[in-house]
Each structure stands twice: as C-alpha cells, then as structure tokens.
C-alpha cells in the first residue's frame, strides 16, 4: 500500500498520515519531487486523500491523475476524501477519471474537517472546539477504515446513485469555476514580498515581481495562499480582505502550508 495525498490548507494531509500511520505504510504528497511512476507501479494497492471541491477534486489531483493513468493500471484504491460539510460523489470523481474495468476500489470514505474557505460569509470559521471533536472523529473513522479494510468489508460512499445525482449539480459548473478561479487572485498594495506564498504555491502560480506578489493564471484554488499571507493581502475571487485565516489542524499557531 502506498499513501499519496494533495492538501491545501493541512486536513488532507492529517487524514492521509492517519491512515498511513495506521496501515503502515508510505505517504507522500503529490508535491514532492519522486519517481511517482515508479511507486504506484510498485505498489499493489494506492490510497488517494484530498480535499472536496464542489464534489470534485482539486484540479492538480486530476492532472496527477490523467498523467499516472497507465501506472494506475490494474491497482486496488483506496478514496478518502475531506469536506467540510458535503460532498456528494466526491470520492466517485477520482475513479471516474480512469477506464473501467482498470481498477478496483477497495474502500472510499468522506471525512469531515474543519472549514478551510476563509472569505465567503456562508462558510464561516470552525471553532476549536469543533476542530478539536473533528481530529478525534477523524483518528476514529480511520481505525475503523483500516479495520474494515483487513476485514476485506468493501465501502464505497459516494458511489451510489443517489450521491452521484447530488454531486452532479456540483460538478456541472465546475469546468466554469476552474476557468474563473485559474484568474481569481488578487494581491493588494499590503503585500510586502515576504515569498511565503510564492514559496507554498502548489502550481508556481505565484513569483516576485518588483517586490510584490504576482498570480500567473494557474490557481487550483486550495486557498494556502489565502489562509498563510502574513499581511492578508491575498484574496480569492473576492477582493475583499479577510477577516480571520485557518492554520489547519496540526498546529493551530503554525503556518498553514500542506
Ligand atoms: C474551492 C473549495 C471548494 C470546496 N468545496 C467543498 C464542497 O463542495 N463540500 C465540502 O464539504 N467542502 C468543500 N470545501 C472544504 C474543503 O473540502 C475542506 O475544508 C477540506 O478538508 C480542506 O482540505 P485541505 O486542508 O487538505 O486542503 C471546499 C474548499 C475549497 C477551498
Ligand atoms: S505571503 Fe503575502 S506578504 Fe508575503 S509575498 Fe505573498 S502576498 Fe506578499
Ligand atoms: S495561488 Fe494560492 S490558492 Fe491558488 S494554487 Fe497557489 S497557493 Fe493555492
């Protein structure tokens, strides 16, 4: 088994060390510079974790995905999506993306976590509290997946119709919202080219120009930048500054970088 996970704002990555702790096996962000060919070709089974968005997944999981097509060719999956509230056929969508009959998936799960969308009013902060009740549901969940796992109980959320009508909707805009998104950051007079976020940015989609920040067109939207700017001078789709940051679930004072 090998472990593989995209995380923006840190719950992903927290569910993907869970279950890798649990299953003891390898975990490896999709950001890192290896031979991701030649692991997945490896291994026997793969289990994917990431964020839901809009019941899909983050679009440089689905082009790591369309580009490890033939190495995925045969294997066993595991699905273990994180949302903060909903996610319809979410764990679907990645399955989705391969030929039938090329696979199997052996267990897709949807976790909750806290909110990550930290400048949209209907969305608003999880508390601590409930940060705190996620993490211990979430150490839970995944025993109970490893356990149904060795058991060889076979659980597909998401998979079902229902789900995937529900998803549906979600996904019909969803080639709309990557085409507006890609465009939509935007960094105010504030910034003070610190290089944090050209730093974290999963797509190099930010750099340094004459002392500030600049996006280039390639936003995945994992709102990173968003949530870690020191100053709060970076602001997705609305341009409105932010009125608090979430710093994800390993250390509540640390940098929110996956
Ligand atoms: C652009 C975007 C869209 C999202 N859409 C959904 C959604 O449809 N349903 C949901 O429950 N959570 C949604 N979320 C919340 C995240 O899925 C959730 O907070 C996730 O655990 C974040 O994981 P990460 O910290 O690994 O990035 C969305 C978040 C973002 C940034
Ligand atoms: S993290 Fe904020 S202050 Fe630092 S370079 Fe990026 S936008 Fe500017
Ligand atoms: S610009 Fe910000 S939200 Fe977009 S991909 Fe980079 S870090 Fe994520």
Same mark, same amino acid.
């Given at each position: 088994?090998?472990? #593989?996970?995209?995380?923006?704002?840190? %719950?992903?990555?927290? =569910?993907?060390?869970?279950?890798?702790?649990?299953?003891?096996?390898?975990? #490896?962000?999709?950001?890192?510079?290896?031979?991701?060919?030649?692991?997945?070709?490896?291994?026997?089974?793969?289990?994917?974790?990431?964020?839901?968005?809009? /019941? $899909?997944?983050?679009?440089?999981?689905?082009?790591?995905?369309?580009?490890?097509?033939?190495?995925?060719?045969?294997?066993?999956? =595991?699905?273990?999506?994180?949302?903060? *509230?909903?996610?319809?056929?979410?764990? $679907?969508?990645?399955?989705?993306?391969?030929?039938?009959?090329?696979?199997?998936?052996?267990?897709?799960?949807?976790?909750?976590?806290? &909110?990550?969308? %930290?400048?949209?009013?209907?969305?608003?902060?999880?508390?601590?509290?409930?940060?705190?009740?996620?993490?211990?549901? @979430?150490?839970?969940?995944?025993? $109970?997946?490893?356990? &149904?796992?060795?058991?060889?109980? =076979?659980?597909?959320?998401?998979?079902?119709?229902?789900?995937?009508?529900?998803?549906?909707?979600?996904?019909?805009?969803?080639?709309?919202? +990557?085409?507006?998104?890609? &465009?939509? =950051?935007?960094? +105010? +007079?504030?910034?003070?080219?610190?290089?944090?976020?050209?730093?974290?940015?999963?797509?190099?989609?930010?750099?340094?120009?004459? *002392?500030?920040? @600049? @996006?280039?067109?390639?936003?995945?939207?994992?709102?990173?930048?968003?949530? /870690?700017?020191?100053? $709060?001078?970076?602001?997705?789709?609305?341009?409105?500054?932010?009125?608090?940051?979430?710093?994800?679930?390993? +250390?509540?004072?640390? &940098?929110? /970088?996956?």
């Amino acid at each position: 088994m090998l472990t #593989l996970y995209f995380s923006g704002t840190g %719950n992903s990555r927290y =569910v993907a060390e869970l279950f890798a702790e649990e299953m003891g096996c390898e975990c #490896l962000s999709i950001e890192e510079d290896a031979d991701f060919g030649a692991l997945i070709g490896a291994a026997d089974a793969v289990a994917f974790v990431y964020p839901i968005y809009a /019941s $899909r997944m983050p679009r440089i999981l689905r082009e790591f995905i369309l580009a490890h097509k033939a190495a995925l060719h045969g294997k066993k999956l =595991v699905i273990l999506c994180t949302q903060m *509230g909903f996610s319809g056929d979410g764990a $679907r969508s990645l399955a989705d993306l391969l030929d039938k009959g090329t696979y199997k998936v052996l267990y897709a799960e949807h976790l909750m976590m806290p &909110n990550n969308i %930290n400048n949209c009013f209907i969305f608003p902060k999880t508390s601590d509290r409930r940060i705190l009740r996620l993490k211990k549901a @979430a150490q839970r969940r995944i025993r $109970r997946v490893w356990e &149904n796992i060795k058991a060889g109980v =076979v659980k597909k959320r998401g998979f079902n119709p229902f789900s995937r009508f529900l998803g549906l909707w979600q996904a019909a805009y969803l080639p709309l919202m +990557d085409r507006v998104l890609k &465009n939509a =950051v935007h960094i +105010d +007079d504030d910034c003070t080219g610190c290089g944090l976020c050209v730093k974290n940015c999963p797509m190099r989609n930010l750099s340094l120009e004459n *002392g500030k920040a @600049a @996006a280039h067109g390639n936003c995945t939207k994992c709102y990173r930048c968003i949530n /870690s700017c020191p100053e $709060r001078a970076i602001a997705i789709y609305f341009r409105k500054k932010v009125h608090w940051q979430y710093h994800g679930v390993q +250390d509540k004072r640390g &940098n929110a /970088s996956a």
